[in-house]
């Protein structure tokens, strides 16, 4: 339970930091923004522990980085094939 939490809190704050680092305005209500941050969240998570990455002292910045570059991928992704770009 406490996981699935933890990744719609992770999954928005991701979201959130991927849209503020887009440019332009994106027509995303705060639902699609926690999923897509999601989806983000757990490519960037992937792809950091290939990277050997995952798990770093302290806070793990690389995977934090890596993640908002994945969830920006997954909203521009989103956004050309629903054409909600505006």
Known sequence: MFELIGM???G???G???RL???GEQDLSIVWTII???IGAFLGGSIAGLLGVAQTP???WIRWIVSVVCAV???SVFET???RKK
């Open 8 to 10: 719609l809190v992770f």
């Open 12 to 14: 928005g704050v991701i």
């Open 73 to 75: 991928g997954v909203i």
């Open 16 to 18: 959130a930091l991927a």
């Open 36 to 38: 897509l941050g999601a």
């Open 58 to 60: 302290g806070i793990d």
């Open 81 to 83: 094939v629903t054409g």
């Open 21 to 23: 680092v887009m440019k």
